[in-house]
């Protein structure tokens, strides 16, 4: 089963089609970066990109520790 997921952003709406628990998972992260109800402006989408990969980064690191623990 899928979910549709929508934002605007620079004046335009996108929607995406995603699985229903991963749908409750953005439901719940995308506030963080973006205006749900609003226009976003291009600065914002960066802003979410920047972070969400910051934290994928810092999530790698860990695993290459823990990698090299085992």
């Given at each position: 089963?899928s979910?549709k ?9 996108f929607?995406?089609?995603v699985e229903?628990?991963f749908?409750?998972?953005l439901?719940n ?13 291009l600065?914002?989408?960066l802003?979410g990109?920047?972070?969400v990969?910051?934290e994928?980064y ?5 695993m290459k ?6």
């Amino acid at each position: 089963m899928s979910k549709k997921i929508g934002l605007h952003i620079a004046g335009r709406r996108f929607d995406v089609d995603v699985e229903d628990e991963f749908a409750v998972y953005l439901g719940n992260e995308m506030p963080k970066d973006f205006s749900i109800d609003s226009n976003n402006d291009l600065k914002a989408l960066l802003k979410g990109y920047v972070r969400v990969s910051h934290e994928l980064y810092k999530q790698e690191l860990m695993m290459k520790k823990l990698i090299k623990k085992l």
